[in-house]
């Protein structure tokens, strides 16, 4: 009696450890998850009072801050709310094109016949492009003797809605189309030593310049320019199906070359292979290139079928690729030259959590350009670089959406929207900096 008595008190003492210690670990974890809380809510507080301090109340801004690896949110500030985001647009089109898009671009679908080449169009955009020099389209073309351009069941405006009509002169806007060549621009090389136009087609379309604001007719491809200009320039050119017939007459004068209806059945058509799509998204992201991040929504659409519609394309990866955001976007376009897009801060971190998820993090910072901030901030360097991010701007609009590298090894996911602001850039760029660099050393 005298032991069982023993062995009771025992596993009596026994379960009472057990009971303190499951209460002392509740104890711990609350006070952790307590600091965690209290800091990051105090690093929220401290950045409404930065903001306040910096900008105007007129001011529409929006951060959202989210640890990659544990998920918690840092900082919440009007992140459910619709922002304009400007080129942000285009990580939007870096997903699309990752999701949809095989490793090489497809320049074009063809079905051949004897020595004859029936082409479909896929939106290519790199033709004779200034920036790449891409020939392979052109390469394979040459083998036949007879060429047959086919119309493509396309839904392409050359400007997307919302764009300034204005900016149809600046090599920032050019024209959408099916069959870009030379990244739909007039090239204007002239230095001391030559002067090099292309196309060549073009030569005898330049006039002298009639005023200061336009460098192109709005109707036509005359174009306005100085000859006297020592200069690189480029135009974006009016473009269309028979212009594409007369550019590539140019290029191949001895063939037999006709544009021709969209054929009945295209499921014989093969695929001939263009450059690495990556090359395309990397210059796309660095540059902000807004007729590649068209053209490779376009591409994009062609894998779902011959028409090449941003709208069906949108619709698909919002309805089984990003079906989970809590505030779907108006999304009108590739680029962001829109002012009729409309996306939240916390939309643009869903997509660059996915983004990292599924390239990781060395060859997803390949593509994205690290954050340039030496004209606000002169002591930075490129080796200090610890944001990785796609700016979008635009009059009165400056956004950054990325990650930030923190100094104790972590990642975070960010969105930054300004809109609506009259300061100049440099200012809002300036808070920006110092809000991140906090996170940056405070993470």
Not at 164 to 171: F, G, K, M
Not at 189 to 205: A, G, H, R, V, W
Not at 252 to 274: A, D, M, Q, R
Request: net charge positive; hydrophobic share 35%.
């Amino acid at each position: 009696m005298l032991l069982k008595g023993v062995k009771r008190s025992i596993l009596n003492i026994d379960n009472e450890v057990f009971k303190m210690n499951i209460f002392l670990l509740i104890i711990l974890n609350s006070l952790f998850v307590g600091c965690t809380t209290y800091r990051y809510n105090r690093q929220e507080k401290q950045f409404i009072t930065s903001l306040n301090a910096t900008t105007n109340k007129s001011n529409f801004n929006g951060l959202l801050v989210v640890d990659y690896h544990t998920k918690d949110t840092i900082i919440d500030y009007n992140a459910h709310k619709y922002f304009i985001p400007a080129s942000t647009v285009k990580l939007f089109t870096l997903y699309t094109s990752l999701e949809y898009l095989d490793d090489y671009l497809p320049a074009l679908k063809y079905s051949i016949v004897k020595d004859t080449i029936s082409v479909l169009p896929t939106g290519y955009a790199t033709t004779l492009h200034p920036n790449f020099k891409d020939s392979i389209v052109l390469e394979f073309l040459e083998d036949f003797e007879t060429i047959k351009l086919l119309k493509t069941p396309k839904n392409i405006e050359p400007f997307g809605p919302g764009w300034a009509w204005e900016d149809y002169s600046y090599a920032f806007s050019a024209e959408r189309n099916d069959f870009a060549l030379y990244g739909n621009t007039l090239n204007y090389y002239n230095n001391d030593e030559q002067l090099l136009i292309t196309p060549k087609l073009f030569k005898k379309s330049i006039k002298k310049p009639i005023n200061q604001g336009f460098k192109r007719n709005k109707d036509s491809n005359i174009f306005y320019v100085d000859s006297t200009q020592i200069d690189t320039l480029h135009i974006p050119f009016k473009t269309s199906d028979s212009l594409n017939l007369r550019l590539l007459k140019d290029i191949f004068p001895t063939k037999k070359i006709t544009l021709g209806n969209y054929p009945s059945k295209t499921s014989h058509f093969k695929t001939l292979n263009g450059i690495p799509r990556d090359s395309v998204l990397k210059y796309m992201l660095e540059k902000s290139d807004n007729l590649l991040a068209e053209q490779l929504m376009l591409m994009s659409a062609a894998t779902l079928s011959d028409t090449l519609d941003f709208n069906r394309i949108k619709k698909h990866v919002l309805d089984y690729k990003l079906n989970q955001l809590k505030q779907p976007p108006r999304w009108v376009d590739g680029s962001g030259l829109s002012r009729y897009n409309l996306f939240t801060p916390e939309s643009m971190v869903t997509v660059l959590d996915k983004l990292y998820k599924d390239l990781g993090e060395s060859k997803l910072f390949q593509l994205l350009p690290p954050w340039k901030v030496s004209d606000i901030q002169p002591a930075f360097m490129d080796k200090n670089t610890f944001i990785y991010a796609k700016t979008g701007s635009m009059g009165n609009t400056y956004n950054l959406c990325g990650y930030i590298k923190t100094k104790k090894g972590k990642v975070l996911l960010f969105s930054y929207m300004n809109n609506h602001f009259m300061q100049p850039n440099a200012r809002i760029k300036l808070a920006m900096y110092n809000t991140l660099l906090a996170l940056h050393l405070n993470n």
